[in-house]
C-alpha cells in the first residue's frame, strides 16, 4: 500500500500526468489573474487610503446622481446599478457558453457569446456616456487642483452636506476639500478607466472566439478550452466590478 | 490552425502543449440534454438569482441610507455600514470566483495557489496602506481630527 502511494507520486514528477487536472493555459490564465487582482487591489487600496487620510470626501449620491434620457432626475445608484446588473448578466450568458463548449454544443456557444458580447459593449457605451457626463461637469483626471481656477462653487455640489463636518470643511478649510475631490476623480477615472480597458480586451477575445466558434476551429481541435479561458477572464472582470460597485458607489 | 488538426492522432496534435493529453480536456465531454447538463444549468441560475437579490439588497440600503442620512460620526454605525457592503461584496465575489469561475471544483492545492498569495498579499497591502494614512491624518494639523475624535480627545478647530 505504501509502495505504491510511493509510485504515485514520483509519477507525478515523471511526467504523464496531470496535477491540477487542468490543462497550461487554464493555469497561466488563473496566475495572470491573480496578478491582475493584485493590481486592481492597489488601485482600489490606495483610493482607500487617501479617502480614509481626508476627513471629507465626495458623496457617490451626490456625484452620480444622472441617468440618460431622464434630464434632471435626481437619482443616485439607479444607473450604476443597471450596468452593474448588464455585467452580472453577461458572466452568466458567458458561464453558459463555456458550458455549451463542455457539450461541444457549437449553436449554443455562438448563442451565448453573443449575448455576452450584448452586454460588453452595452456596459462599454453605458460607461462612455457616465465618463462624458463627469466630463462636462467638470471632472477629469487632474482636475479641481487650484481654488483659484476651481472656486469652492464648482465642487461642494459633490459633497453631502448633511454628512459630519462637511459645512464647516468647505467654509473653513477648502484645500482640504478640493484635495479630496481632486483625489476622488483622479482614483475613478484610473480604476474604472482601467476596468473598462480590462472590459475592452474581453470584448476583442470574445470577438475572436465567436469568429473561431463560427469557422469551426475549436470543433476540429476537439475542445472548447478557449472559450473557458476567455470566460475565467470575463468572470474576473466581472468580479473586478463588484468590487468598483462597492467601493466606489455604495460606500 | 485548423487545418493542421485533421490527422486525428492526438499526440501529433499537440506536440506543443500536452497538458491537453493529461488535463482530461478532450474527454469529459457530456450531452446538452443530460440530466446532469440541465443540473448544471439550474445551478447557474440559482446563483445568477443569488447575485441579483444580492445587489437589489445593496442597492436598497443605500437609498435608505441616503435617505435616512445616519449619523457616521457615531465609529460604530460608520464601521457597521461599511462591514456590512463588504460582507455582501465578498458573498458575491465567493459566489462568482467558486461557481462562475469553477474554482469551487478544482483540486484543494490549485485553490491554495491562487488563494493564499491573493489573500495575504491584498490583506497585507491593505493593511499596510490604511496604517499609513491614519498616520498621516494623526500628525496633521489640517486632517487632524478623525483619528482623533474617534479617539474622543479632539473635536475638529472649526467645529
Redesign the interface.
Known sequence: MAQSATNKKLSAWR???????????K?MM?IFL?TD??TF??LL??M???R????VWPDP?HVFHSVPFFGSWNA??VFV?FM??VL??S??T???AV??G????KA?VIKWLTWTLIGGVTFLSCQAWEWTHLYMSGAWWGSFNDLATSPVSSFEHFF?P????VT??L???P??ALSATHNFFNYFFTVTGFHGLHVTTGVILLVIGLLNTI???YE????Y?MIEKI??YW??V??VW??V??FY??? | ??QT??TGSELE?FEG????L?????M?????NSSE?KA??RK?IVV?AI??IV?IV??TV??IL?KS?P???KIAIHLG??AF??I??MV??KY??S???HLGA??K??KA??LV??FV??GW??TA??T???Y??AISD??G??VKSILGTHL?Y??
Open positions: 511526467g504523464g500526468v496531470s496535477p491540477f487536472s487542468l490543462g497550461y493555459g493555469v488563473w491573480l487582482a493584485l487591489c492597489g487600496a490606495s482607500g487610503a487617501s480614509f487620510g481626508h476627513d449620491n443616485p445608484l446599478s452593474t446588473f452580472i448578466l458572466s452568466v458567458m458561464v453558459l458550458h455549451a463542455h457539450c461541444k454544443n449554443g453631502n448633511s454628512k459630519p463636518y464647516a470643511a467654509a473653513q478649510d484645500e482640504m469557422n469551426n476551429t476540429h481541435r476537439g475542445h478550452e470566460g475565467l468572470h474576473f466581472d468580479l463588484v468590487f460597485f462597492t458607489y455604495l460606500l | 490552425m485548423a488538426h485533421h496534435l502543449d500536452q497538458s491537453k493529461y488535463s482530461g480536456v478532450l469529459h465531454h457530456e450531452d446538452i447538463s448544471k444549468v447557474l445568477t447575485l441579483s445587489t445593496e442597492v443605500g437609498l441616503f442620512n449619523d457616521i460620526s455600514i461599511i457592503f463588504v455582501l461584496t458575491k465575489a462568482i470566483v461557481v462562475f469561475m478544482e483540486t492545492h490549485f495557489i491562487i498569495p491573493a498579499l491584498m497591502l491593505i496602506l490604511l499609513d494614512s491614519a498621516h491624518l489640517t486632517f481630527f478623525t475638529p472649526y467645529k
